[in-house]
Each structure stands twice: as structure tokens, then as C-alpha cells.
């Protein structure tokens, strides 16, 4: 159990992701339970994404991430070998995760390897469902908040830090062939593909994008009161993660709704007067 606590910490703090794993606003004895959910979801998105631009077949991805199942079922019953399994298990045990949540994950990695056109705004909210709100959900239990109204507020929340992410990274998921912009919104802003392809930005992009940034915008405001209701670190956390999402849309919106030829991100300044509003509130 040593080993693969040590295992899961290492891969959360050494890998390339620039993401607060095991942040210190996590408390201690709860800190070792988020290296060892990071290590499990990094593992499987690690299997859908990074053979990308190698040599890995659509296949062989999808080998991996089955065969990670399976690991994750055995570890459901107790027979778990790999290290990431082995800690997975006690933290599976302590806060009495369900399965589910780790299989919607599983799903919607599996699909990002064969999936990449999304036909309406529907389905790319059920993509959400499983990709995003099983991580908002897995932390509010990690905190022993178990309340369904709270878990709600979150997936609004994390629905829409997922679409934020969509929508400013239209050009970087291109490159992976991946376009989330609904099909049938595209076509009803009269904006095509070969559009995209071309990195076209004109003003039907640019209503395409509004209309997507105040969609999210929308849910953000539907998981607002999520931070309100819980308490202590988490209820920080929240906050900053709630006026992270919102900044980014702000960003998108700042740059003319440009996503095209410069990836609108939180700069260094976004940092420190997200974190300032973080503790006014």
C-alpha cells in the first residue's frame, strides 16, 4: 500500500499537467486521497490522448483503457495488483465511492479516442456528464458532502468549466481532429468546417462563440450558490475554481470571441485578482 501511495503522489506531482494536485488548501489526511483519483484519471486520459500523433491505433487505446476497467473492477473486489489499484482501493473504501463515477470517466475517455463531431449541443452535454461532473462529484465526497442538490450545483459548475475549456481551445482540439462545437450550430450561424480548417475568424464565428460563452456563462450562474453551502477550504476552492471558469469566458470575450489564432488563457495578473476575489467572498 506504501508503494502505491507513493506511486500515485509521484505521478500527481511530477506530471507535465499544470494543475494544484494535492493543493495545500486539501487537508492532510485527505491529500493522499486526491493523488490517488488524479493517478487513476491521468493513467486512462493518458491512454486516449497521448498516442495521438504516434504509432498507437484507435485499437490499441482502447485496449488499454478496457484493460483499465477491468483493473478498476478488481480493485472493487479486492484484487487489485497494480499500484495505482492498490491505493485507488483505500481511498474506494474510506469515503465509499461508487463505481459508477469511475466508469462514466472510463466512458468518455474511450469515446474522445473514437468520437470527434458532436451533431448538437445534447450530446455534447452528455460527453460533460461523464467526463466532467464524476470529478466534482468524487471531490464534494472526498469532503463527505453526499447531499444530491450539492452534487447538482456541481455539475453545473463543472459542465461548465468543461465547455469554457471547448470553447477556448477550438484550434488546439482541431489538431487532434476533435470539434465540440455543435454541428448543427455551426451550420445554423452559417460557419463550416472548412472555416475552421482554415482558421477563419469572421463574424459568424464570432456570433458562434458569443452564443456559446453565454450558454456557459449561464450554467456558471446555475452553480453559484454551490460554494455558499459548503464549508472551510472547500468552500475557497470553489470559489477560485467559480472565478476561474468565469475568467476564462471573460478572456474569450476580450479577445473578440478569437479563438482561432491565439489561445485566450489565465495570465499570471488573472491569478492574483482571482485569488483576491476568492477571499473577499
Not at 484507435?58 to 477491468?70: K, M, S, T
Request: glycine share 6%.
Amino acid at each position: 500500500m506504501a508503494e502505491g501511495f507513493a506511486y500515485c503522489e509521484r505521478l500527481a506531482r511530477t506530471h507535465y499537467e499544470n494543475f494544484p494536485v494535492g493543493s495545500l488548501l486539501v487537508p492532510k489526511q485527505r491529500r493522499q486521497h486526491v493523488y490517488n483519483l488524479y493517478a487513476f484519471a491521468r493513467t486512462a486520459d493518458d491512454f486516449a490522448d497521448e498516442g495521438y500523433d504516434t504509432a498507437l491505433t484507435e485499437r490499441e487505446r482502447l485496449a488499454a483503457l478496457d484493460d483499465w476497467e477491468r483493473q478498476l473492477e478488481d480493485c472493487y473486489r479486492g484484487e487489485a495488483t497494480h499500484p495505482v489499484f492498490v491505493a485507488l482501493a483505500e481511498t474506494v473504501k474510506e469515503l465509499r465511492l461508487p463505481i459508477q463515477l469511475f466508469r462514466d470517466l472510463l466512458s468518455a475517455f474511450k469515446q474522445d479516442v473514437v468520437k470527434r463531431r458532436y451533431a448538437d449541443f445534447a450530446e455534447v452535454l452528455d460527453y460533460c456528464r461523464r467526463s466532467a461532473n464524476p470529478v466534482g462529484r468524487l471531490i464534494l465526497l472526498l469532503f463527505d458532502y453526499r447531499d444530491e442538490r450539492l452534487h447538482r450545483l456541481s455539475d453545473c459548475i463543472c459542465t461548465g468549466l468543461q465547455l469554457a475549456n471547448f470553447w477556448q481551445d477550438v484550434a488546439v482540439d482541431l489538431e487532434k481532429d476533435r470539434v465540440y462545437l455543435p454541428q448543427d450550430e455551426m451550420a445554423r450561424f452559417g460557419y463550416s468546417e472548412a472555416g475552421l480548417r482554415a482558421r477563419r475568424f469572421d463574424e459568424r464565428y464570432a456570433a458562434l462563440l458569443r452564443f456559446q460563452v453565454e450558454r456557459t456563462r449561464k450554467l456558471f450562474g446555475e452553480g453559484r450558490p454551490l460554494p455558499g453551502l459548503v464549508r472551510g477550504r472547500l468552500a475557497f476552492e470553489l470559489r477560485l475554481i467559480w472565478q476561474g471558469g468565469m475568467r476564462i469566458l471573460e478572456r474569450i470575450e476580450w479577445s473578440g470571441y478569437n479563438t482561432l489564432s491565439r489561445r485566450p488563457k489565465i495570465t499570471g495578473w488573472d491569478k492574483a485578482v482571482l485569488l483576491a476575489k476568492a477571499l473577499k467572498q
